[in-house]
């Protein structure tokens, strides 16, 4: 299977099931592809932008914001939840901050920080439509 459909079902929920079964060497081949594949959920999300033009702008921007979200399974958005909740509550200490990352019961530090990171991207992208 070709390395771009690997990588668009690594960094999506798109429904590529046969690309979600590559082995080990297959997902290393794809690496190389990773800005292709995001450059096509980036034109698919401006796409779903222009197709909402005549909404207001804040709501077309939460709407696909939220399209983001659900294309990508929130992954981006998990990994800075974790990042965090493991420095917040770390303190510093190395094994400490890993084990809370490893957990992925969100405190309240991911959770606003997934809020504001949320909330900035709706505006930003408000702002441009």
Do not use: E
Not at 4 to 26: C, E, I, K, N, Q
Not at 91 to 117: D, E, F, K, W
Request: hydrophobic share 55%.
């Amino acid at each position: 299977m070709h390395p771009f459909l690997v990588a668009l079902a690594v960094l999506t929920r798109l429904p590529l099931h046969a690309a979600r079964s590559a082995g080990p060497a297959d997902r290393v081949r794809a690496v190389p592809w990773y800005p292709a594949a995001g450059l096509t959920l980036g034109l698919m999300l401006a796409a779903a932008a222009a197709g909402l033009q005549g909404l207001p702008a804040f709501l077309a921007a939460t709407l696909t914001v939220a399209l983001w979200i659900g294309l990508t399974g929130a992954a981006s958005l998990q990994g800075l939840a974790d990042t965090v909740d493991g420095y917040l509550g770390g303190r510093g200490n190395r094994s400490r901050i890993l084990a809370i990352m490893r957990n992925h019961q969100g405190g309240v530090g991911a959770v606003a920080a997934v809020v504001l990171v949320v909330l900035a991207k709706t505006t930003a992208l408000g702002c441009l439509i």
